[in-house]
């Protein structure tokens, strides 16, 4: 029997106070975790076959060279995924990405990218979970349920646990507030502390909330009461540490960040706030950040001959549905199941090159499909906290299947 400390990649959170214990290269038993947690570090592997080509056993060498041959001929091919992957493999593939002149994008494009680019380009104040434990008086959950997302993160960053300079913890030293479209487990956790807004409300909520912030008396079409819209501003005027945690339901309310531009500047004129996005694929971040690093941008570039090419054309959503790509590499990712239908089912024309360490809809349709192994269960490396905090990790067990980063590697030595 073996009993570690290790760092959990099940999500953005990237707990590092996860206990391990493992028997014949098998974890067995997951203390500390979430749900979320020990089902990712326990259940992931399910044993299916190593190397598929056309849904028959190969070697390894045989499904990169398949690979290999795919890629190279392709006009236009598309690298997807990479947000449940390592640094190290990220920068792997984005060099890859160069060699080929693929377009290159993560999910990102369609979830937290605007927020993750303006945190990286300083545009928004943030802070790290730490502080956010240690000093946090006001938390606001807007658009997220990390409750059910990230069901570690009120108990160990934000609202339970106890700080340094928050010694009482929750209720006593700690308000939480969540604004939402419906009363999620969060919002109830929330009580009195609640704003329940209409879908595609955020924008005029925020309009509403500056207001007033500024003594102003608050409005909204939909006639939300003004006198509750004062008591939120006055709470967070009083802040003297806050923090938003800014989720999916926030950013896709509004048609750009400008709103939440405006709401920062004027609350930091009159406290102190810093915003969080909470990210779910545990490198989504790490991956925003290196790309971002080679090319000035988080996600959906075109790579062409040295040049690099960015724009919503260039995102897997809008490439699938031109059908602008004719062949895809999809990285520790599953577009045909959580893409449109409309979209996805483009990918069914073009050959698929599925790299996971599970099998999913989007392995089950490649032609050629590689069993990796799981990123801080089975490989090590680096990744980007979603406040932006580097984490590195050890693997728990050992295994026979080859990291992405291995298999990467040999792809582009093939190529």
């Known amino acids: 029997m073996e009993k570690n400390y290790h760092v959990c990649t099940g999500c953005g959170l990237l707990c ?168 999620s487990h969060t919002a109830k956790i929330c009580g009195n502390y609640f704003f329940q807004i209409p879908q595609k409300g955020d924008a005029e909520f925020i309009d509403a909330l500056i207001a007033g912030i500024s003594g102003k008396l608050p409005k909204t079409s939909y006639n939300y009461p003004p006198k509750k819209i004062l008591e939120l501003a006055n709470i967070l005027k009083g802040a003297k540490f806050g923090v938003i945690f800014a989720g999916r339901g926030l950013i896709y309310s509004l048609e750009n960040l400008e709103p939440l531009f405006k709401l920062m500047k004027i609350l930091n004129e009159k406290a102190n706030f810093h915003l969080i996005p909470m990210i779910s694929s545990y490198n989504t971040m790490g991956f925003n950040e290196n790309l971002f690093a080679e090319t000035g941008y988080v996600n959906s570039v075109k790579f062409e001959n040295g040049a690099v090419k960015h724009g919503p054309e260039y995102s897997v959503v809008e490439s699938l549905k031109a059908k602008t790509v004719d062949a895809a590499l999809i990285i520790g990712s599953d577009p045909l199941l959580i893409l449109p239908g409309s979209i996805a089912k483009n990918m069914l024309e073009i050959p698929v090159i599925s790299m996971d360490h599970c099998e999913t809809l989007t392995s089950k349709h490649a032609k050629i499909y590689m069993n990796t192994a799981i990123n801080g269960v089975e490989a090590g490396g680096s990744a980007t906290r979603m406040d932006r905090v580097k984490v590195s990790f050890e693997p728990a067990i050992e295994t026979k299947h080859p990291s992405e980063e291995v298999i990467l590697k040999k792809i582009m030595e093939a190529l």
Not at 81 to 104: C, F, P, V, Y
Not at 110 to 139: H, W, Y
Not at 149 to 173: A, D, M, N, T, V
Request: net charge negative; charged share 30%; proline share 4%.
């Open 16 to 183: 590092d106070d996860i206990e391990v214990e493992s028997e014949n290269n098998t974890v067995t038993k997951v203390y500390t975790a979430c749900r979320v947690g020990v089902a990712h570090m326990k259940e992931a592997r399910k044993g299916e076959a190593d190397f598929l080509v056309d849904n028959k056993p190969v070697d390894e060498s045989t499904a990169i060279s398949e690979a290999a041959s795919i890629l190279k001929n392709a006009r236009n091919p598309l690298i997807f995924g990479l947000g449940t992957s390592t640094s190290e493999t990220q920068k792997i593939a984005i060099e890859l990405a160069k060699k080929i002149n693929a377009t290159l994008d993560d999910t990102s494009s369609f979830c937290l990218g605007p927020l993750a680019e303006a945190l990286i380009q300083d545009k928004l104040k943030s802070c790290t979970l730490d502080d956010v434990r240690n000093k946090a008086d006001v938390i606001v959950y807007w658009g997220t349920d990390p409750s059910d997302s990230h069901p570690r993160q009120l108990s160990k960053h934000s609202y339970f646990p106890r700080g340094i300079e928050k010694q009482r913890g929750w209720e006593e030293e700690r308000t939480a507030i969540a604004i939402d479209v419906r009363k």
